[in-house]
């Protein structure tokens, strides 16, 4: 039941790889760095495996696809392929009980798994966010955004990172942060969004990938309470990485005066060796470290 069938797996056919994520509905070529994530980390994790010639493209609809970071799973389909994705609260995933084969070899966290559990499918003990590898897959990329981020934030000290619809909608909820916070955009990119974080000394968020990041780094954190996002996302991937005791705080002040969150335990290796190659027709040809 939770495995695709043989003529499923074949559509995978070792040359393109069905990539599904999440895009703003607006169209304005200004993404949100979270979900941009996926698409980079795939790319990457292939070229380093040696499968430089399999090309990355936005899922076809008539195809099995891959789905690989964010809240996401509601949008699966027979067939998919799952590493690291997760359930967005505010979606109740009701299309999963129609879901009958689904290749999952990772899971954003217990919560996550507890629901494809509960329509028949089964999961992997493996949990993380695939955000977590990002700084080691593109240090030399962030370390050469360095310099263009000094100059145009300084050296943070304290960053907060708003979920892109509190930033979109609720712009006021901001209110006039400290002088020493920076307030950083969703829609910046990855790799500038990382470079920046790694200088800081404290993360402020309420974009769940800021909080990613920041423990990807080992950079304190704190939570700050979405006006749109239910926590059950921030709770799976919290519970993914061994963090039982959490706040979420109704305003950067609020956070600054509060305690950080408890610091994350997670397996890199875990997660990168879950990786699924044979799930989307490829044959592993190295141990990822």
Not at 110 to 117: I, S
Not at 134 to 155: D, N, T
Not at 214 to 229: M, N, V
Request: aromatic share 8%; glycine share 8%; proline share 8%.
């Amino acid at each position: 039941m939770a495995n695709p069938s043989e003529a499923e797996q074949a559509r995978f056919d070792g040359k393109t790889v069905n990539l599904y994520h999440w895009t703003p509905p607006e169209g304005d070529g200004c993404g949100n760095f979270g979900d941009e994530l996926s698409p980079m980390l795939v790319r990457r994790i292939l070229d380093n495996s040696g499968f430089g010639s399999v090309a990355v493209e936005p899922a076809a609809p008539d195809r099995p696809r891959l789905l690989a970071v964010g809240s996401i799973l509601q949008q699966a389909r027979d067939g998919d392929v799952v590493w690291g994705a997760g359930v967005n609260g505010k979606s109740w995933p009701k299309r999963l009980a129609k879901v009958r084969s689904l290749r999952v070899a990772a899971v954003r966290g217990p919560l996550t798994r507890g629901v494809l559990r509960r329509f028949g499918l089964e999961a992997p003990d493996v949990f993380g966010d695939p955000g977590l590898l990002f700084p080691g897959l593109f240090h030399l990329e962030i370390a050469q955004a360095m310099p263009a981020v000094r100059q145009r934030y300084g050296v943070p000290d304290i960053v907060y990172i708003p979920n892109l619809n509190d930033e979109r909608f609720l712009p006021e909820r901001l209110g006039s942060p400290s002088r020493h916070v920076t307030v950083l955009s969703p829609r910046i990119s990855p790799v500038e969004m990382a470079a920046i974080i790694a200088q800081s000394s404290l993360v402020i968020s309420s974009s769940l990938h800021g909080m990613v990041l920041a423990d990807a780094y080992g950079i304190p954190c704190r939570a700050h309470l979405s006006a749109f996002e239910p926590i059950f996302k921030y709770l799976d991937y919290f519970q993914g990485v061994g963090r039982f005791n959490y706040a979420f705080h109704l305003s950067i002040d609020d956070a600054l005066r509060a305690a950080d969150l408890p610091r994350p335990v997670f397996d890199r290796h875990a997660l990168l060796e879950a990786f699924p190659y044979e799930a989307i027709g490829l044959e592993r040809r190295v141990t990822l470290r």
